[in-house]
């Protein structure tokens, strides 16, 4: 091995919608900006001139302050990733405002342009001799969030959903079944290709799972069939987020899939009408004991949305060398605390045990001092 090692963290779902976006971010900075390349998603767009759009469908996110775009650099991000099902939110001036913004605090960004050829378009960042390429895609809807030709938005892989009966009473409880539009996934693995010679730690992130009301440590059919297909393509990294809550860890030739990170901050005001819509979907706060059942946890009922972790992977000699993660708890002030191997850290180390076991996934952990190791040997 020659010369220093390399670190790259990254995390989930970035909402900053309330002012002093730095107040949120103050507990994890110190460990983010330890890291030599910091990624998260992007999930509100930042603006102060977008046009809410979707209004007749749902309620459109409401665009973040500017500013706070300086509490991310502030933090150590130098990536932030875009597509996702908000980014066209606030229609054409969220995603100019977001990607100038970004790029003026000297954060790369990709997976969002004004047209699909931008969108689709990676980013590279050089660390010490060694470059990092990213590419981002969205696996949700609604459609008119994806760019076209013609039009702004994000890059995203086209998911069908199949409902299948299987049951004697027709509109009974159905089997689904989801998987990828051909022509999309190989625009994808095409993207990758394309990237492979002109980096050496590629690192794809994917908007993807289920999230709603009803949280569970389940993941869909497509969300391993878009992982397992980038990587084939060359993909090192895989980084999932969406559900807002966390999701199992899997390995698959050697390489690491993070199916869901989370949401690492969620820093967001609502109005009446959508505090009320939200209830049900966002927990009140709650102790990190939460109750369990006999076969694990009440996913329903405990506080897993307030769980969420930082990824990192040790980069030596332009290679992935260990890859592992820092359990985090999202405080009563909104604030991830990254935590220690103590007892609020076994605590997210036996939450992530029990979600990759539940999901079937292929990967055990252990501790190395205050970080979870993810093994290898059950590649």
């Avoid at 390429?133 to 995203?156: D, E, H, M």
């Avoid at 389940?218 to 966390?246: F, K, N, P, R, T």
Wanted: with cysteine; aromatic share 8%; net charge negative.
């Amino acid at each position: 091995m020659t010369g220093k090692s390399l670190t790259m963290m990254a995390v989930g779902d970035l909402i900053l919608e309330e002012q002093q976006g730095e107040h949120f971010l103050s507990l994890a900075a110190p460990v983010l900006k330890s890291g030599d390349v910091v990624v998260g998603q992007g999930e509100f767009v930042f603006t102060s001139r977008g046009v809410s759009t979707f209004a007749e469908m749902f309620s459109p996110a409401p665009a973040c302050p500017p500013g706070n775009m300086g509490a991310l650099a502030s933090a150590g991000f130098n990536v932030i990733t875009l597509a996702g099902n908000h980014v066209w939110d606030m229609g054409t001036p969220g995603i100019q405002d977001t990607i100038s913004g970004l790029r003026n605090y000297g954060i790369a960004v990709c997976g969002a342009g004004m047209n699909i050829g931008e969108a689709r378009r990676p980013a590279i960042i050089q660390c010490d001799g060694t470059r990092f390429g990213f590419l981002s895609y969205n696996c949700v809807g609604p459609i008119g969030t994806w760019a076209t030709q013609t039009k702004p938005g994000c890059a995203y892989v086209h998911i069908i959903a199949h409902y299948e009966m299987t049951g004697a009473n027709p509109g009974g409880p159905p089997d689904v079944y989801t998987f990828a539009e051909p022509r999309s996934l190989k625009a994808m693995a095409d993207d990758i290709q394309k990237l492979r010679p002109f980096c050496d730690i590629l690192v794809v992130s994917f908007h993807k799972g289920i999230t709603g009301p009803l949280i569970s440590p389940d993941i869909a059919m497509y969300d391993q069939q878009v992982s397992y297909a980038a990587i084939d393509a060359g993909a090192d990294l895989i980084l999932g987020h969406h559900a807002h809550m966390l999701k199992g860890i899997e390995q698959y030739k050697g390489k690491v899939i993070f199916h869901g990170l989370g949401h690492f901050i969620r820093a967001i005001s609502l109005p009446t009408e959508r505090q009320r819509k939200a209830q049900s979907f966002f927990n009140p706060y709650s102790s990190i004991s939460a109750p369990k059942l006999s076969g694990g946890y009440n996913f329903q009922t405990d506080a897993a949305r307030y769980r969420t972790i930082i990824a990192k992977c040790v980069i030596d000699d332009k290679n992935i060398s260990s890859v592992r993660y820092l359990p985090c708890l999202i405080n009563e002030q909104r604030q991830p605390e990254v935590l220690q191997n103590d007892e609020r850290g076994q605590q997210i180390f036996d939450f992530m045990d029990t979600l990759t076991r539940e999901a079937g996934l292929n990967t055990r952990f252990d501790w190395e001092g205050d970080e979870v190791l993810i093994l290898t040997d059950q590649i």
